[in-house]
């Protein structure tokens, strides 16, 4: 579908306990990037996840890795993570860390270093403070399909349905998908006076699920600032 809508790059994420070389493979055979999601909460899950890398790397040669870990694991054992993105320097890797869902874990946010430092103001180039301009930089050209086939903006914001992935053709020409996909910087109160706000980025989907609001401004690096 995603070929026949002319879209020029499509990726699926897949939790890497439910895939085997061969579904690796057969995704990759359609011309389909697959983001393989690690979960690691413990020293014995990175473990597992650096020798799951090694097993990917020998068939696979495209595919990305999103590392998703328990915020307190994160805070104690940030340096082996930041080892392990550093050995894999020829791979497109991204980093999340499991929130509950309070205000009170945004404190714990701020305690954590990586997180200080993911929370600054990003190196940008010409194409993304032009694509910044008119569309969001992390919901763009982005769904979440799940077990059931609904489909949602962004894995956080299950709130709000799309519609359903039995009728994905009609899904697309939906203003309210568009909505996420264009809500840039300069759409929210708190950024459209900002001079960096076509240079930034940040998680709506973390904002929300910590204040209730799509618009919040909780871990912008420049609000103490202002």
């Known amino acids: 579908i995603a070929h026949e809508l002319s879209f020029t790059f499509a990726a699926v994420l897949i939790g890497c306990s439910n895939i085997t070389d061969y579904d690796l493979v057969g995704i990759q055979r359609y011309g389909v990037v697959p983001v393989l999601q690690f979960n690691i909460a413990?020293?014995?899950?990175?473990k597992h996840a650096q020798s799951l890398m090694k097993q990917y790397e020998t068939i696979s040669s495209t595919h990305r890795y999103h590392i998703l870990t328990d915020i307190d694991y994160g805070k104690s054992c940030i340096d082996k993570l930041l080892t392990l993105l550093k050995e894999k320097e020829s791979y497109a890797v991204s980093f999340d860390a499991i929130v509950p869902k309070n205000i009170d874990a945004a404190q714990k946010l701020d305690d954590v270093h990586f997180f200080n430092r993911a929370l600054s103001i990003p190196r940008t180039t010409p194409f993304h403070v032009a694509h910044n301009y008119g569309y969001n930089e992390c919901l763009d050209g982005k769904i979440y399909l799940n077990q059931d086939g609904n489909v949602y903006p962004c894995p956080a914001l299950t709130d709000y349905y799309m519609g359903t992935g039995m009728n994905m053709r009609a899904l697309f020409n939906e203003d309210n998908l568009m909505d996420f996909w264009m809500l840039a910087k300069k759409k929210l109160s708190f950024c459209s006076d900002c001079g960096?706000?076509?240079?930034?980025t940040d998680c709506r989907g973390l904002d929300y699920n910590l204040t209730g609001n799509l618009n919040s401004n909780l871990f912008c690096p420049l609000k103490e600032r202002t």
């Not at 413990?42 to 990175?46: A, Q, R, V, Y």
């Not at 960096?196 to 930034?200: G, I, N, P, T």
């Open 42 to 46: 413990s020293d014995k899950d990175l």
């Open 196 to 200: 960096l706000k076509y240079a930034c």
